[in-house]
């Protein structure tokens, strides 16, 4: 089955501690995405990518870095810098095209739930 | 910059009955697209329905309609018929395309509750 996947589930980060979350798709999508959702609020992006090996800041990318590496696959790193990092993270990826009439539809992973202890 | 708003926090409906979602939003673009997004408690979004700037008629997706009116900058989500497994968060979204890329503004959501 193609889709999305994010692991792990539920994450538990120290103070001072960088994590990883992962984001894997098998749907042979160009674009990928990374979102932040809190409380009560819809999502904002944190970071970008249109093809291997390039990627953009979304709104929110302070404290935060990503490799693109393979196209199936977009890490999320949560570094120290980031000072209120609870939340849940939302991998997303999306067939990329420059027509102006092209396609966008963005679809998901299940998601991953970080903790600061 | 463009904006999305979801003016109901939370909705309800009785099982059965139809009920509209608002959204609005604010943009200065003539070539977009809309889009209706569902989280269920498992928190995976799920996208329900999308709607063309460009195109006049409204999408219909089984039980869910929208009323897209360009010019009132209005994107409604209509569901029909509700059932117990349309419970959920409900985003509206907007792409945009800022810096020759495709992205998405979402709205804070509408939490709707299904009546048994």
């Known amino acids: 089955d193609g889709g999305i996947t994010q692991s792990p589930k539920y994450l538990f980060r120290k103070e001072g501690q960088n994590v990883t979350l992962s984001c894997e798709q098998n749907l042979n999508h160009d674009a990928m995405y990374w979102y932040r959702q809190d409380p009560g609020q819809g999502l904002r992006l944190i970071y970008y990518?249109?093809?291997?090996?390039?990627?953009q800041k979304g709104d929110i990318a302070e404290g935060y870095s990503v490799s693109r590496e393979k196209k199936e696959s977009f890490p999320l790193t949560v570094t120290s810098a980031q000072k209120n990092p609870t939340a849940f993270y939302l991998c997303a990826s999306s067939m990329w095209t420059s027509a102006i009439r092209g396609t966008d539809t963005q679809y998901f992973g299940p998601g991953t739930r970080l903790t600061v202890l | 910059a463009q904006t999305v708003t979801q003016s109901q926090p939370e909705m309800s409906v009785q099982e059965a009955e139809t009920v509209t979602l608002s959204c609005t939003y604010d943009t200065s673009e003539s070539d977009y697209y809309l889009f209706w997004y569902k989280q269920p408690p498992s928190r995976q979004m799920i996208l329900v329905i999308r709607?063309?700037?460009?195109k006049q008629q409204n999408a219909t997706e089984n039980r869910f309609s929208v009323n897209f009116q360009k010019a009132a900058k209005s994107f409604s989500l209509k569901i029909s018929d509700s059932q117990l497994g349309d419970a959920a968060m409900y985003f509206c979204a907007y792409r945009t395309r800022r810096d020759s890329n495709y992205q998405l503004i979402w709205g804070a959501g509408t939490k709707l509750i299904i009546k048994p």
């Open positions: 990518s249109q093809i291997v090996n390039d990627f």
């Open positions: 709607q063309e700037a460009y």
